[in-house]
């Protein structure tokens, strides 16, 4: 379930685009009447339509999981509200300038800012965050825990460069499809590895 909830502004993302995407008229006129006021020169066109919505709906989804945290009175992590400005900064500047570069940048800045915080805080604070998330699942040995967190970092940070390197050289729509399905995909490819790598230290422990 948290799983599906973390990924659920990227899956309205993707649907309210492909959905746009299918019905180009209809998503023209209601970006026209809803989205008009807050781009630059008042005018949505047909190819700009699915872009604009689905961003907007992307920043609107954010700030429905954070209020949904708040209201029942639940912690709201801190790479939340950090994907909240990020979304509402480049998201915003997507939906003003009706310009669908800025978005694209988004996966690479919050991805670089989850690396920067892992690396930074073991680096220069001597603070592995990986630990202080698995901690209570997980007893290991002190080096495996700082491969550990080096491994999220360095990962992360690949991710935001496959981002820039998809978004700029592949065409809209494949960025979107890669965007779920294809980091998704990483993503899991990643954390079984991990789980392999780690089995062994979990057998000795036990």
């Not at 360095?154 to 592949?170: E, K, S, T, W």
Request: aromatic fraction near 16%; glycine fraction near 8%.
């Amino acid at each position: 379930m948290k799983l599906l909830f973390d990924l659920f502004p990227v899956i309205l993302f993707f649907a309210v685009f492909k959905l746009a995407g299918a019905n180009p008229e209809a998503a023209q006129d209601f970006a026209s009447q809803y989205l008009s006021a807050l781009v630059s020169g008042g005018e949505v066109t047909l190819a700009q339509a699915p872009i604009l919505l689905s961003t907007a709906v992307g920043i609107v989804a954010t700030i429905a999981q954070i209020g949904w945290l708040l209201a029942r009175r639940k912690h709201v992590d801190n790479m939340l509200w950090v994907s909240l400005a990020i979304i509402a900064v480049f998201g915003g500047a997507t939906i003003y300038f009706h310009d669908e570069q800025f978005i694209k940048l988004k996966p690479t800045v919050l991805y670089w800012c989850f690396a920067l915080a892992l690396l930074a805080s073991q680096a220069f604070f001597g603070k592995n965050l990986i630990k202080s998330m698995m901690g209570k699942q997980l007893t290991l040995p002190e080096p495996v825990w700082r491969k550990l967190n080096l491994a999220w970092g360095l990962f992360f940070a690949a991710m935001g460069a496959l981002n820039l390197y998809i978004g700029f050289n592949y065409p809209l729509n494949f960025w979107v499809n890669f965007k779920l399905f294809g980091f998704m995909g990483l993503m899991l490819v990643f954390v079984i590895g991990q789980s392999l790598y780690l089995s062994r230290y979990i057998k000795e422990a036990e």
